[in-house]
């Protein structure tokens, strides 16, 4: 019972507690765009380019303090995100290369920003694994109204988002802003992962943006099925993860991802199961 | 008047000096079907997405009869998403939405049973066959109430039954509805069976008119390949064995072109 009783007990866990809530729900309405859209290279390069960002931020500002961080953080990122979202549009290259090639130079700028300016800093650590302790009030406050925001988009642009991932070409013949959706999307895949990066941090992101929307897409026979299935599993591993990671005193970032990656292939194993029975 | 015509359309990308097409000449009249025949790689997909808008023309004028109507698009089954599962009704839904199409339940139901997808409108579009998508698609296009559809290569993956099946349905449609249709296959006997109108595209050469006077010599010129050879690439499609993707300067054996005859291309005496 303990396990439980802590959230409530300690400032700092009820904080992790609720940003894990609000971010795994994010994950949960994000992940199944992300992986039927193909953008999964998309998403890690968003979330090292954050890297980046974050060296930048701490070598220009010298701050800590969560708001700053957050808002230098996410405004490098989104530029950091335009250049990468025009390449892939335009699609005068592959977009693949393009992505790995702004992968790495991120990557590796970020590091070297981080050595030559940020060395007393051993935060990096923190921003590259997720560290639930640093979550302070401001930065609930702040996911809340990213999640009021995104489910705001949600509930007006659904139908027609589903619609040019489903067919772009159709929807371009019909004169949908299928451009504008495409970096609408990118965007908010970017105020996601850095909202998200102190918690499950810029390397394990990658697990709930993109866990929850592949176990939806493999098991689900309509669309409502799919969002459904990607909230409900992403809330749950994410709590169940952030519930052991406390427990056995484990870093949240790893934990979570782990959590999710167990979960995810006991759902196939079931499936997999259920599957040779009924056949039988 | 014609509901489209094409005068001096020519395209090229804008970083590159080869046009990929260049004095496009072609006209549409209601009820008419057009096809636009090609070798691989000779413009015809570029053609088909400057007609639906998705590319600009570089030169030359696109006139539509009716500059606010809507085409309906017909696009390669290969582009559509396989990993949404998406029923036929949500993807008629989500179009009727895309449109702001009034009456939208009452034209969805006209239309499965126009395509006779009634008992099927609850199947998972990416489960059905190669046949039955195509018809989704024509479905989804006819809710547009177009005077224009478009579909591109829509005999790809279908089996000679399966095209003879399409084609009649778009047969049936165009009597019912008077839409025209401009259809770019490369199926060469299935384009010039059931078309009234022939363009045979090949970058920067090409022939517009009525099938009946489209000649062996026409085709020999516009694809660079000897007509016998059109043929047995035809043969080979039938059979599902593609051995001859690019008809330029051919040098293959012909040996068995006398027993390949084709009813509508007229040989010509030399």
Redesign the interface.
């Given at each position: 019972m303990n396990m439980i009783n802590d959230f409530f007990q300690y400032d700092f866990l009820f904080f992790a507690f609720l940003g894990t809530l609000a971010i795994s729900l994010l994950g949960g309405l994000l992940s199944?765009f992300i992986?039927?859209?193909s953008n999964a290279f998309m998403g890690a390069a968003i979330s090292h380019s954050t890297l980046l960002s974050l060296s930048v931020t701490y070598a220009l500002f010298r701050s800590t303090e969560g708001l700053t961080l957050f808002f230098w953080t996410l405004l490098f990122t989104l530029i950091l995100t335009s250049f990468i979202a025009y390449g892939t549009i335009k699609k005068k290259m592959p977009s693949d290369g393009f992505i790995g090639i702004f992968y790495s130079a991120t990557l590796s700028l970020g590091v070297n920003v981080h050595n030559l300016f940020n060395k007393e800093n051993g935060d990096m650590l923190n921003f590259l694994f997720g560290n639930i302790l640093t979550l302070s009030k401001e930065d609930i406050y702040l996911i809340y109204l990213l999640l009021i925001f995104v489910v705001f988009l949600f509930y007006f642009q659904f139908?027609?988002w589903?619609?040019i991932?489903?067919?772009?070409?159709?929807?371009?013949?019909?004169?949908?802003p299928v451009n504008l959706f495409h970096l609408a999307f990118y965007f908010l895949l970017t105020i996601l992962i850095v909202t998200m990066s102190k918690i499950a941090g810029t390397i394990l992101i990658e697990a709930f943006l993109l866990i929850p929307g592949f176990l939806a897409?493999s098991l689900?026979?309509?669309?409502k099925?799919?969002f459904a299935i990607s909230i409900i599993f992403s809330l749950t591993s994410s709590i169940i993860g952030l519930i052991f990671s406390n427990y056995f005193e484990l870093p949240s970032g790893a934990t979570l991802a782990a959590t999710q990656f167990l979960l995810l292939a006991l759902c196939l194993i079931l499936k997999k199961s259920y599957n040779l029975i009924i056949k039988q | 008047m014609p509901i489209l015509k094409a005068n001096q359309l020519s395209f090229k990308f804008p970083d590159e000096n080869n046009w990929i097409l260049k004095d496009i000449n072609f006209e549409v009249s209601s009820k008419e079907i057009l096809g636009i025949i090609g070798p691989n790689g000779g413009g015809k997909s570029t053609l088909l997405k400057i007609i639906v808008g998705l590319l600009k023309p570089t030169e030359g004028l696109l006139e539509f009869q009716n500059p606010s109507g809507l085409i309906g698009y017909v696009p390669q089954m290969i582009n559509i998403n396989r990993y949404l599962p998406i029923t036929v009704i949500e993807y008629l839904n989500l179009q009727a939405r895309a449109i702001k199409l009034l009456n939208a339940d009452a034209k969805i139901k006209e239309t499965l049973k126009i395509l006779e997808l009634e008992n099927k409108k609850d199947y998972l579009f990416n489960s059905m066959s190669g046949g039955e998508k195509q018809r989704v698609l024509i479905a989804k296009t006819l809710l547009i109430s177009p005077e224009l559809i478009v579909l591109d290569e829509p005999t790809t993956g279908l089996d000679s039954s399966g095209q003879d099946q399409l084609l009649n349905i778009i047969e049936d449609i165009r009597l019912q509805l008077k839409s025209a249709f401009i259809i770019v296959d490369h199926n060469l006997n299935q384009v010039l069976r059931k078309s009234d109108k022939i363009l045979c595209l090949n970058r920067t050469s090409h022939w517009h008119d009525h099938k009946e006077l489209l000649t062996k010599n026409i085709l020999e010129d516009i694809y660079h390949c000897e007509l016998e050879h059109l043929l047995i690439h035809e043969n080979d499609l039938k059979k599902g064995v593609d051995q001859h993707k690019n008809h330029q300067f051919c040098t293959h054996d012909h040996s068995d072109s006398n027993t390949i005859k084709h009813p509508f291309i007229k040989r010509d005496k030399r």
């Open positions: 199944p992986i039927a859209r139908k027609n589903i619609f991932t489903f067919d772009e070409d159709s929807a371009r013949v019909l004169k949908l897409l689900s026979k309509n669309l099925q799919v | -």
